[in-house]
């Protein structure tokens, strides 16, 4: 029987702390965890001092229910994925496409549809084989997760976090940057 690791999400949240700046994005599935892990992920670096700007694609938007309340130096906005992408083109095409010919205007149009986005990394989000249960009945799925986490680390992302699964929806800046905590997991494979 091999081992497997199961690293934090505050690796991830150290990682992104180390390079000052960026964007991160959380992607997936509707009802995986998104907003979730994106709120504890922005909770977290707001807490240790950094100014955060939290936005939202989601029409439902249900970022204000994950913070409540506020936190100093974290900003919740929502924005408009459709304008913002109608927008985005726009000024591509009048600034980068304006001295092209049609034809070139036309590949530029369709390399900016079809532009690829490349992970920096995964966030594995209410796992059993993380929350390193004992209940029987739990044993055998959180066993099987862990081929799907073993082929996330071996060709999918150089970099991932395993957030295990919680009794109840992390609600509130406190529980958000719990999920923070620096705990890694190894687990019988």
């Known amino acids: 029987m091999g081992w497997i690791c199961l690293p934090p999400l505050a690796a991830l949240v150290d990682d992104l702390e180390g390079a ?6 959380f992607m997936g599935k509707g009802g995986v965890g998104k907003t979730t892990m994106a709120a504890a992920v922005a909770t977290e670096l707001a807490a240790r001092g950094h100014d955060v700007l939290l936005t939202t694609t989601d029409p439902a938007a249900h970022i204000d ?4 309340g506020g936190q100093p130096r974290l900003t919740v906005s929502r924005i408009d994925p459709a304008v913002e992408t109608a927008n985005y083109r726009e000024s591509v095409m009048a600034t980068k496409g304006k001295d092209l010919d049609d034809q070139a205007r036309a590949m530029l149009a369709e390399d900016l549809r079809r532009a690829g986005v490349e992970p920096w990394a995964w966030i594995i989000n209410s796992s059993l084989a993380a929350a390193e249960t004992k209940q029987p009945l739990l044993r055998k799925p959180a066993h099987a997760e862990q081929e799907q986490i073993a082929k996330i680390r071996d060709g999918l992302a150089r970099r991932y976090a395993v957030v295990p699964i919680q009794a109840q929806e992390p609600v509130g800046a406190k529980k958000l940057s719990g999920l923070c905590q620096n705990r890694s997991v190894t687990a019988a494979a």
């Open 65 to 68: 229910e994950s913070l409540v």
């Open 20 to 25: 000052g700046k960026g964007l991160v994005m």
